[in-house]
């Protein structure tokens, strides 16, 4: 049966709620919108190979694009038709602990068949994404991942404005199929598992067609298990806008590469000056190659000339920069991986040595610890300025993703860089991070080369 607005709220006034506005009548009911992870098949490699089985939400890969207002809920109903326990975990969101979706720390796994459901508030307009956070170096590279775009309230003037989520896939040549082994020794032991399939939005010879002198809005999110992106334009002007999630206090013109670890984000204004018949690109940079990552054909004309560079993205509110005089020192020495210096390592509470740990198929270590432990890396009193010094003593890069809070890095000068959620260090780098600890809860600080976080490089912190 179908019915109308006006019959909704008729019957809602019947039964006993006539004062409750449209939009509470359906906040309140118990049917939030699904969103379930399943198996599915899509056609990810050339149109010659098979279709690829992967798991995605709403059976997509990416999942659907969430958009909502600044400020506003996302309610969803996670429902788990894998044959896996899972969980949803919503990246760079400053969010309610309760809702951050890490198994085993903030909420249980969700089994098979169950559901959990979701209900937060996005605080700060930008570039999110969600991604399945149970066997997460499994479950993300099968698929498990979409966008999460939060408006500001006055968005730029785009003519455009799209979501790329970039990703490598390990797939077996010959039937396009995903490579089971998600707990490959080599994979873990070096820089991550790093696919050989590599594609925008899962497709193939992504394409947008485009006219000169546009100007588009490109929300670039790095969901790969382990590949560093780097990225050129060509045919296009642009500007870094935003890095994971938070506008930069000036636009950034793009004249060299950008650089996007795993997890992190990049928002880009990008005008396009190649000229009609021509094709623009973002180009993906490989050892001083190019490579086409995504195809911008100018099918027209322009109707109109170049715009003015563009100004800054209003920042997001209550993001105070800490205050270094009063910060904590906490230290995290990375060590570990192939090629490294580990000798040994703690290891669910016992000694072992590096030939031990490689026998676990486990090879990182934060401060001489692998892996979870029953006491955070720091318990943290809400609002306590922190600085983090991240020294990678290995030869291999990492990507350390802190949940729930943004943060940012110190320069050499003391001077504080733009918000972040993500840190990409290189083998051998010191880097040091501050941040105010303004959300209580217990927040994973991991590495975001999941083969990394699966043997190792995963701890917390607590504020408290
Ligand atoms: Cu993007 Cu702990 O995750
Ligand atoms: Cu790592």
Redesign the pocket.
Known sequence: MIYSRRDILKIGAAAGFASTSPSNLFAQSNSAVPLTAREASLQLAPPDYPQTAIWGFDGSMPGPVIRVRQGGRVTRRLVNELPQATSL?W?GVRIDNAMDG?AGLTQEAVAPGASFDIDFVAPDAGTY?Y?A?NR?VEQVARGLYGALVVEEPEGPDVYRDEVLILDDWLLNPDTAQIDPDFTSRHDRSHAGRVGNFIATNGQYGHSLDVRRHERLRLRLVNAANARIFELALAGLEGWVMALDGMPLEAPQPVSDTVLLGP?QRADLLVDVVAEQGETAYLVRVDNGEGFVQSAFPVIAASSGARRDAPQALPPNANMVPPDLSQARHVRLHMGGGAMGRLQSAQFNGERRTFRQLVDANQFWAFNDVIGMTDDPLAVLARDEPVRLEIVNDTSFPHAM?L?GMHFREIAADGTLGPLRD?VLTFGGEAREIAFSAHNPGDW?F?C?MLSH?ASGMTTWVRVT
């Open positions: 975990h990246h890490v994404w991604h956070h997460s997890g993703h949940h993500t994973l991991h975001h976080a």
